[in-house]
């Protein structure tokens, strides 16, 4: 039985062997050839479908660490601002250790599914008229003066909790890819995935690291522009960011990998979205801009045919039915309503 992040890495997190872990049997997420992907590239594309995880994101990696580390340390409320992710997988630990979960979020601007997460879970939700970037602002400092523990990705554990992913890719493959596509927002994951990336290089002597490809949403590409946004704006949500807290964990991924951090349009990224979905794999927008990002840097000659890459989807796109419903293909048309009778059906069946 797979047992959860913490229990099956240990060696490689910072845990003694009384650590009782906080699980609920996050990771071990498949990783999934995307075969039109690839021949549209004629890269070897494969997906590491991270929405497969227990609250639908990668967060639960991250969170399981961090969770298991407070509840050693005694805390009794974590806190967090979030995009919508961070904060379901925030309360959903939070409800498995016994701990209240408050979490912070830009009013109207999550995800219908995250939201309701969050509620059924039974955090507390408090929503800022505001942007992430500012609710971040915000609970970091309350953690400074208050009995509460910041689980965004600030907290180092959650950094731990992450680079997982990085080992199960190499595990799966026999080998780390050339290249590792992966969105970003506020740059913890891709500054995780970089860390495990290099300690199963030095400990499980990987034959080399990938490249690291982070991309972010154009209207919120802070670290390609080099300067915050004070108003980041995109459809993908979870990546609507301006001054990422990580910012120099990403710079040292990609400049030490020989990678890069480009930008990907809402266009780009949503084009991408339904392109995943053609393989069979519903991913949030803001996962998309990993393929969307790989298919631009392959067309702009960065990449040579035949190399390998891994791009992270990062979140479940049933997080965003909205989103979903106003981008899908065939959806302009909406369903074709008709009588309830065989012939009805089989005419339209038939396009007559
Ligand atoms: N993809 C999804 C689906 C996310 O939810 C996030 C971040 C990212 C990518 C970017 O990861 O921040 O480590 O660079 N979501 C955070 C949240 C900010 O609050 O849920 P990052």
């Given at each position: 039985m797979w047992r959860g992040v913490v229990e099956e890495y240990r060696e490689f997190l910072p845990v003694g062997p009384d650590t009782e872990?906080?699980?609920?049997?996050e990771g071990n997420t498949p990783l999934i050839y995307a075969r039109q992907l690839s021949e549209r590239t004629g890269l070897e594309i494969w997906l590491k479908y991270e929405g497969l995880n227990p609250t639908g994101s990668f967060k639960d990696r991250g969170m399981a660490m961090a969770v298991t580390k407070a509840k050693e340390d005694g805390a009794k409320v974590l806190i967090c601002a979030s995009t919508g992710n961070t904060s379901a997988s925030a309360a959903a630990y939070a409800?498995?250790?016994?701990?209240?979960?408050?979490?912070v979020i830009p009013d109207g601007k999550i995800a219908q599914g995250k939201l309701a997460q969050a509620y059924m879970y039974g955090a507390q939700?408090?929503?800022?008229?505001?942007?992430?970037?500012?609710a971040l602002a915000i609970v970091r400092h309350l953690a400074e003066t208050h009995p509460v523990t910041l689980v965004n990705s600030v907290n180092p554990f959650r950094i731990e909790g992450q680079k997982t992913a990085a080992f199960e890719i190499c595990d799966e493959l026999g080998e780390a890819p050339d290249v590792l596509a992966i969105p970003v927002g506020n740059a913890g994951n891709i500054t995780a995935y970089w860390k495990g990336f290099v300690e199963y290089h030095l400990h499980r002597r990987t034959?080399?690291?990938p490249r690291m490809f982070g991309f972010e949403?154009?209207?919120a590409a802070a670290i390609v522009q080099g300067k915050a946004i004070a108003h980041p704006e995109t459809i993908a949500t979870a990546i609507r960011i301006g001054n990422p807290a990580s910012w120099n964990g990403a710079v040292e991924a990609v400049e030490q990998s020989g990678g890069m951090m480009g930008a990907v349009t809402d266009e780009e990224i949503l084009e991408a979205y339904r392109w995943v979905a053609r393989e069979g794999i519903f991913c949030e927008p803001a996962s998309a801009a990993s393929v969307a990002g790989l298919v631009k840097a392959r067309a702009d000659g960065r990449?040579?045919?035949?190399m390998t890459a891994v791009c992270v989807l990062t979140g479940n796109g049933l997080k965003d039915p909205d989103t979903a419903l106003l981008h899908a293909p065939g959806r302009a048309e909406g369903p074709q309503v008709v009588e309830a009778t065989e012939e009805a059906v089989a005419n339209a069946m038939m396009g007559s």
């Open positions: 872990p906080v699980s609920l049997q409800a498995r250790a016994g701990m209240r979960a408050v979490v939700v408090v929503a800022v008229r505001g942007n992430f970037d500012q034959r080399h690291r949403a154009e209207g990449l040579e045919k035949g």
